[in-house]
């Protein structure tokens, strides 16, 4: 979808637009949130809160320089990181406190107990990589970033993109099957 229209309306004051970036935007932010082992209503938190943000510093953002996406996630990010890092959070939550997706109610009753044992294996082992495995990991696969978008977001280079990426899957890998062995 070709922003520049939004982005020229926006720019002249009109402030209606913006809920069309929000439309784009919050779908694929709660994602990526989720996938940093944020709660669902954290995730809505931190996305609002890098909404009126990125409102806020809209002057501040050049096309040119990046695309707004990535701005935006890069605003999330930061966020995160710092709601993660803040002495008064306490990372402990259940396995239901995960936000694992809800399986589908197509699914038979076996499936979606299945799916659901499966959504909060992978939320458990998300939630003991470092946040930068996980930052990495959710705009690698989550958000389809490419490395080099990847690697302007995490103020890094390719090559430690890379790394990261390869032992964030090696790490997560370990982790679901050291606890499918546990449960065996």
């Known amino acids: ?3 520049k229209p939004i982005f020229a309306a926006l720019r002249a004051g009109d402030r209606r637009p913006y809920a069309e970036l929000i439309r784009l935007y919050q779908g694929p932010l709660f994602g990526f949130l989720g996938r940093m082992g944020f709660a669902q209503a954290q995730a809505e938190e ?3 809160e890098a909404f009126l943000r990125a409102w806020q510093n809209f002057h501040q953002f ?7 996406v ?29 936000a694992p997706e809800q ?4 699914l038979e009753p076996h499936q979606r ?13 998300l939630r003991q990589l470092s946040m930068n495995e ?21 103020h ?23 606890d499918l062995g546990e449960r065996s």
Request: some cysteine.
């Open 1 to 3: 979808m070709d922003l």
């Open 46 to 48: 931190i996305a609002q």
């Open 62 to 68: 050049d096309p040119r320089r990046a695309q707004f």
């Open 70 to 98: 990535t701005w935006l996630f890069a605003i999330a990010r930061n966020l995160a990181l710092t709601e993660l890092s803040s002495a008064a959070r306490r990372y402990e939550q259940s396995a239901e406190d995960g």
């Open 103 to 106: 399986p589908s109610a197509d």
């Open 113 to 125: 107990l299945e799916a659901a044992q499966q959504s909060a294996l992978l939320q458990r082992a």
């Open 134 to 154: 996980r930052s990495t990991l959710g705009l690698a696969y989550v958000q389809e970033l490419d490395l080099a978008s990847i690697a302007r977001l995490e």
């Open 156 to 178: 890094c280079s390719l090559g430690a993109v890379k790394t990261r990426l390869h032992r964030a899957k090696l790490r997560l890998r370990e982790l679901i099957e050291h």
